[in-house]
DNA sequence: CATGAATGAGGATTCATTCAT
DNA sequence: AATGAATGAATCCTCATTCAT
């Protein structure tokens, strides 16, 4: 489908993938514009919808190449011995964070995409977001260890706040990261600060 | 400086209002069209203009007002003399269901200026997000009586893990509503599971 | 539906008929561009789509508002005492001719639509004639007397072979008069070549 | 001229004439894409222009192409020695008739050509059906028999009558033939139909 | 108060054709 | 012979805002 485009030079491939991840993380989906895309580029007109057929399709590859990157890189690194699962959770969220640090243009077109509302491209991130989640959750906790828990806690529901806790702190670190510049980033504190948390809950879930 | 809008006379007043509704929580700021606003609300393309100076002033407008409607609903339901915080997060959540499902509309638009990309009215809104979030906080939980909790634990990071969850669950609950219609929402599953979870924190955290 | 457009200055309502006819005759409705049309107008790109919606609609108007001024000639110059079949018929091929003549852009245009292979239109257009040359023939042909044919003649396939005659020489005139100038059509020419053919049918099909 | 493209695999040849074909039958000259020309053909962009120098000269090359298939077999299926007038012009009308039903899409891009009205190619197109007709006029009328005719029948206006009523009854069947498929046409009523037609001029032309 | 005509830059996309490989 | 990358002008249409009436 995309063999066009893989098959340009790779110094061209990377000046509209990155001109496109620029212009979409900044403007999101509706307000970009192909034109700043191509200016940016350094490319003709033309050619951006010669190897994608209109501005969605451009968008999608974007997003599916990127995801792939990304993921990649996070399975990659990921400790699979740890079969602790607030441990597993610990990893992953260390892991997010330091990939956020690494990629932060990457980052805020996911979340861009996440966000947005153009009913073109929302029902096909949907699509890849349910994907996604179903896979991840698959790969990241099989075979994870429960034993650690308290008799009679409701693990499901118990999961569920572990979840929306090391969400919500990052969410909070993210507000807090957009007022400051990426290079301020203090990993030793966020560290701390998920440890903290973690043993909070370890001390409610674990026997 | 709003006054020319609200000498208008209430039907027509509610007529904009409606329409500019409608159409910034269907498409978002940027492409909410603002021919779309006047033909549905059956004003001229002038007088919109007279009353607000430009799209983004109608916009403020408009999330002000709405804003202050919930608010006040909001604050008038609380029961003021409920004291303890983990009751107190129950009815807060509580209200803000019975609310999402009083004014969906409102909610809709509510989320889509939440996630509001467009740099013209994102400064905006967050300074008005800050200024709500710090006024609720303040009248929400002063007097919060918070001796049930068990001894040493840091409280501070504890109310995070209960706002976080109540958030998750929320978010959770509205990803679900989308697929069915609104008049589908069963209150009282909801009641129930965010009981569920209540208890499982009070079993953690209360004494 | 229309009434934006009517209620502009007549000299300005012209201009924009006249570009529009004209780039549509001459182009055909696909390669026609609005941009010539504004150019040619002298109003601004946006106004065209302030007045009409898009292309088609303003295609689809013209050929209304063109139909409606030539019909409605059309029938207000027609003799109605006269009513023998082969001297109505006669009637008809003469006031088109004369029509032509003195509305050649107009008829250019209908040429052009006639033949319009755009899906965009086709149908509008297709729907359009139809009712036109229903309407047409109970206009045309009711309270005929058709009692001068010869007995025993099949007069539904003698009307075909007369219309097909009058269309016939009607088309050939018109590509010759292509190569010459609109000036040129030498009317009494004409009339009594009409005259010669009808001569030789009646001989064919009265008594 | 074209000894390039003559010189390619039959195969090829055949694929870049059957796309072409199609394309321009569809969507007329204009709006037909060389882009979906050279995909439904499966060559490359280059190796169309290396052939033919532009689309005008590809679609002209394509009229002259499949001008002369027809014309061989229709000159070749002719009966030669029927020289009665009304018979011959039978026998033209529904020759037409069958080539029409046995290549309906060459019969189609012929109806497009004729109707286009694209300056690009419209006066190279007159010119080969000028030539067109005058020779075919020239094979087809030579040594004909108009000794049957009535006495004092002014014979070329006899003959206009006879192709516009052959052009006319053509004109209408093909008409009701786009509302049916291909494939319902039925012979024998044509047939019969054309007979009717022919059997009405005879009664009134000949002796 | 109220109208709606007017603007023109900017939006995404298509196009036939060229040319280095 | 054959490829397909590259061009950039041209396409229709949308937009928020202004202003004369």
Do not use: C
């Not at 620029?22 to 403007?27: G, L």
């Not at 790969?139 to 429960?146: A, E, G, V, Y």
């Amino acid at each position: 489908m995309y063999s066009k485009f893989l098959n340009l030079s790779p110094d061209k491939q990377e000046r509209i993938l990155n001109a496109a991840l620029k212009e979409f993380s900044q403007k999101g989906y509706e307000k970009a514009s192909t034109n700043e895309i191509v200016k940016e580029a350094e490319i003709s007109k033309g050619l951006l919808f010669h190897y994608f057929k209109n501005k969605k399709e451009l968008f999608l590859f974007l997003y599916d190449h990127f995801v792939e990157i990304i993921m990649d890189e996070f399975y990659s690194k990921i400790d699979w011995n740890e079969r602790d699962l607030l441990m597993r959770f610990r990893e992953i969220t260390v892991l997010e964070f330091e990939l956020m640090k690494k990629y932060p243009d990457i980052f805020n077109f996911f979340m861009a995409a996440y966000h947005e509302e153009s009913a073109d491209v929302k029902i096909e991130l949907e699509k890849r977001n349910k994907e996604i989640l179903v896979s991840s959750y698959q790969k990241l906790f099989t075979d994870i260890d429960t034993s650690k828990f308290k008799q009679g806690i409701d693990i499901n529901r118990a999961i569920n706040i572990i979840i929306w806790t090391m969400e919500g702190f990052s969410n909070e670190q993210q507000k807090k990261e957009k007022l400051r510049s990426v290079d301020q980033i203090n990993m030793d504190e966020i560290l701390s600060e998920i440890n903290h948390y973690l043993n909070l809950l370890k001390t409610f879930f674990y026997a």
